[in-house]
């Protein structure tokens, strides 16, 4: 209705009501794509590296013995733990290391966890070898279980005066070939696992582990790209198609991925939520994968310094899989915020945001031959408290 001036009446006219457009869901973008820094495109980053040589493998009977790892599958599970960005020295990284420590079962080893992956980022800063020291070896003292490692973009960063080798103070300590143990490990008295590089395939009871190295850029991770080159995403292709092969109905072992960078991750850290996710790097993984017909039970990450919890829906050989990729850079780093709200999905509908903490923690992880469970720990002060339990039904491939 229009009104006009003086005597005249109100004279009504035709209008069209066009309804509002329907709200779009809530999303979190960082996942869909990445904001790209002004200049810099994707075959530009990451800093080249030596790629180790075979098939960079190792059998964790070859640490344990046989006698150990025939009490492990007596058990029907095996236990581990996995964290990263620890490497700052903090106390709030001493009381994680001492909380995973008191989980160790030293009457019955085969009881609790049997060893620890961190995720990366095990020393922040210039003077890595010396930083080894505090930061690592006294840290984890009382933590006598071997611990292997990826290393995370600052375990690779560059400082001329002190580091001018990436990865150098990583390879020196966790990559030294056996029998000789590292010098600092020695002088601690800590055994070290002779890993064949930074990126690895471990073959344990109930569970094979993919380790990747995602490089050294401050945001986003690549194992593939014009820079880094192809051999270790070549690697990955050939490790997969290998476990795919030697699975069978009556040995389904877990697959974990681990890799520092989080495939998917809500924060951008010029915000100071954290990282984004690193969508080429997945592209990549999901090749291999795709090549391999085989997907993983779970992928763990770091970098971004929260607990987050993404589930992500794939389809292989036309069964619907429910997938946890989970963020766990909570072992001492200062802690980012949270990116809210939760339970949101990505635009394709495909991965669910379904949990956050800001919280110092670690994951206990336990494998047998038909589950998968994953529980978070926090950590404050004396105190714990499991945050979240998820549990992968291996059959189905779906979170239970």
């Given at each position: 209705m229009t009104t006009t001036k003086g005597n005249s009446k109100p004279k009504s006219s035709t209008k069209t009501v066009v309804p509002p457009a329907p709200l779009p869901p809530l999303q979190f973008p960082s996942v869909i794509a990445r904001q790209p820094e002004a200049g810099v495109h994707y075959d530009s980053l990451g800093i080249p590296f030596q790629d180790p040589v075979g098939d960079c493998t190792m059998d964790l009977q070859t640490f344990f013995g046989a006698p150990a790892i025939a009490k492990i599958v007596g058990t029907?599970?095996?236990?581990?733990?996995?964290?990263?960005?620890?490497?700052?020295?903090?106390?709030?990284?001493?009381?994680?290391?001492?909380?995973?420590?008191?989980?160790?079962?030293?009457?019955?080893?085969?009881?609790?966890?049997?060893?620890?992956?961190?995720?990366?980022?095990?020393?922040?800063?210039?003077?890595?070898?010396?930083?080894?020291?505090d930061r690592f070896y006294r840290m984890y003292d009382h933590y006598n279980r071997l611990i292997f490692a990826i290393p995370g973009n600052h375990d690779g960063e560059i400082f001329p005066a002190t580091d001018p080798g990436t990865l150098d103070a990583f390879k020196t300590n966790f990559c030294t070939p056996g029998p000789a143990q590292p010098p600092l490990a020695q002088q601690y008295g800590y055994l070290m696992p002779h890993q064949p590089g930074p990126y690895w395939h471990l073959q344990a009871p109930f569970v094979d582990i993919i380790a990747l190295y995602s490089?050294?850029?401050?945001?986003?991770?690549?194992?593939?790209?014009?820079?880094?080159?192809?051999?270790?995403?070549?690697?990955?292709?050939?490790?997969?198609?290998?476990?795919?092969?030697?699975?069978?109905?009556?040995?389904?072992?877990?697959?974990?991925?681990?890799?520092?960078?989080?495939?998917?991750?809500?924060?951008?850290?010029?915000?100071?939520?954290?990282?984004?996710?690193?969508?080429?790097?997945?592209?990549?993984?999901?090749?291999?994968?795709?090549?391999?017909?085989?997907?993983?039970?779970?992928?763990?990450?770091?970098?971004?310094?929260?607990?987050?919890?993404?589930?992500?829906?794939?389809?292989?050989?036309?069964?619907?899989?429910?997938?946890?990729?989970?963020?766990?850079?909570?072992?001492?780093?200062?802690?980012?915020?949270?990116?809210?709200?939760?339970?949101?999905?990505?635009?394709?509908?495909?991965?669910?945001?379904?949990?956050?903490?800001?919280?110092?923690?670690?994951?206990?992880?336990?494998?047998?031959?038909t589950h998968l469970q994953l529980l978070f720990t926090a950590v404050v002060a004396t105190h714990r408290e499991v945050r979240e339990q998820i549990t992968v039904d291996l059959a189905s491939q779906r979170i239970m």
């Amino acid at each position: 209705m229009t009104t006009t001036k003086g005597n005249s009446k109100p004279k009504s006219s035709t209008k069209t009501v066009v309804p509002p457009a329907p709200l779009p869901p809530l999303q979190f973008p960082s996942v869909i794509a990445r904001q790209p820094e002004a200049g810099v495109h994707y075959d530009s980053l990451g800093i080249p590296f030596q790629d180790p040589v075979g098939d960079c493998t190792m059998d964790l009977q070859t640490f344990f013995g046989a006698p150990a790892i025939a009490k492990i599958v007596g058990t029907g599970q095996i236990i581990f733990h996995s964290m990263g960005d620890s490497g700052v020295g903090h106390s709030e990284q001493e009381i994680v290391a001492e909380a995973m420590a008191s989980d160790i079962n030293n009457a019955n080893h085969e009881l609790g966890p049997s060893f620890m992956v961190h995720l990366g980022d095990v020393i922040y800063g210039p003077n890595k070898q010396a930083n080894y020291v505090d930061r690592f070896y006294r840290m984890y003292d009382h933590y006598n279980r071997l611990i292997f490692a990826i290393p995370g973009n600052h375990d690779g960063e560059i400082f001329p005066a002190t580091d001018p080798g990436t990865l150098d103070a990583f390879k020196t300590n966790f990559c030294t070939p056996g029998p000789a143990q590292p010098p600092l490990a020695q002088q601690y008295g800590y055994l070290m696992p002779h890993q064949p590089g930074p990126y690895w395939h471990l073959q344990a009871p109930f569970v094979d582990i993919i380790a990747l190295y995602s490089n050294a850029d401050e945001n986003l991770g690549v194992i593939n790209n014009a820079k880094v080159g192809p051999k270790q995403k070549n690697w990955l292709q050939a490790r997969l198609t290998a476990i795919a092969k030697a699975r069978t109905s009556a040995n389904r072992k877990a697959l974990l991925i681990a890799v520092h960078h989080p495939p998917y991750a809500r924060g951008f850290s010029n915000t100071k939520y954290g990282h984004p996710g690193s969508p080429e790097m997945l592209q990549d993984i999901d090749d291999c994968c795709a090549n391999a017909g085989i997907l993983p039970d779970a992928v763990l990450a770091g970098h971004t310094h929260s607990y987050q919890h993404y589930v992500r829906t794939q389809t292989l050989n036309g069964v619907e899989c429910k997938i946890p990729y989970l963020i766990i850079g909570t072992g001492g780093i200062g802690l980012q915020k949270i990116p809210a709200p939760t339970g949101v999905r990505n635009s394709t509908g495909d991965v669910l945001y379904y949990s956050a903490f800001k919280d110092y923690g670690y994951l206990t992880i336990t494998a047998s031959k038909t589950h998968l469970q994953l529980l978070f720990t926090a950590v404050v002060a004396t105190h714990r408290e499991v945050r979240e339990q998820i549990t992968v039904d291996l059959a189905s491939q779906r979170i239970m």
